[in-house]
């Protein structure tokens, strides 16, 4: 066997429960129902031509940009997210830098940081779960390189006000803050309109979620367009395939599906706090399409009985901080009728408070 870089050899291997994922698959914060229409008949209409040439990624960078009101200097079309916090990674950290990740969060942004050699800064929240600002504020110095916030969090739901993430970009002029909107048609606020005045703020946006298209791989990174030009010098022009590309197109254009599905999830986020509040059950709010459940020993038991129920939800006990907690996503009408159903079967004697 070959040695791997040190940064390599340092890593832990992720491997999400990706398998056998049979029934209604609550476990992984996807859309629960299929993308637009639109995107369908879009596939249908594909051509052997297209296939054959190598994607072009400029046009659909001028539709992105057109949908989010920036120029197409500000935005790079990425492979999901992933690439994008990849990206970043690559173009701003080497041996010695600091990345400052304030956890819980999603696991990507470790792991790419960790791959360039970077110290990770993890900053924990405190009970709450909220973000942990004067932490964050604390830990930046001259070498910190990359900030990541997921807003709203994953696993957490909980969003980050405007104020505390300007508070980071202010602090930080010499990093580059990312903001990970992954789930914002769920929440509905975005920085977007602050990219031209901190030039250190980067934004993620995927058509992971909301769009239900979580395999195309399909994501965007948007910032100022001095930052973009070096962070395009690390991007391969081939990483979003052609199809993503052509649909992207009608993805955007379906408002009316996009509107439909996040009303449905926000009603069934709704109806899930009141269900756990009921049952006197630990939970945070969120302001994204899942919900974080504490729930202690008696989670493997209901992680179990749920799926014996056709239902997967993530067990999310080793997350710093998330001891005991289970995650679950909402789904439509229907869907959260079956979840609510399970889940009064299932749940009863677990006791807490919900964190608001
Ligand atoms: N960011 C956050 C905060 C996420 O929770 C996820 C998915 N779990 C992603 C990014 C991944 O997005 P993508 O599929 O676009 O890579």
Redesign the pocket.
Known sequence: MLKARKAVLEMKEYHPPLSGREGLRLD??ENTVGCSPRVLAKLRSITADQLARYPEREPGERTIAAFLGVSAAQVLL????????HLLCECYLQDDDEVIIPTP??S?YEIYAQQTGAKVITVQAADDLRFPVAGVLSAINARTKVIAI?S????TGAATSEEELVQVLKAAPHAAVLV?E??FEFYGRTLVPLISRYANLFI??????AFGL?GF???ALVGSSDNLRMVRKVSSPYSVNGIALACLGEALADEAYLHDYSAQVREGRERLEKVLEGKGITYWKSE?NFILLRLGEARIQFVESMKKRGILVRDRNGDPGCGGCVRITIGTREQMDQLLKACSEVLDGSKGQSHR
């Open positions: 992984f914060n990425t492979n999901g997210v992933d690439e994008a916090i969060t999603f990507m997921a709203p969090n994953n696993p990970d992954a789930y993620a946006r995927t058509f992971s979620k979580a791989r399909l994501g994204a």
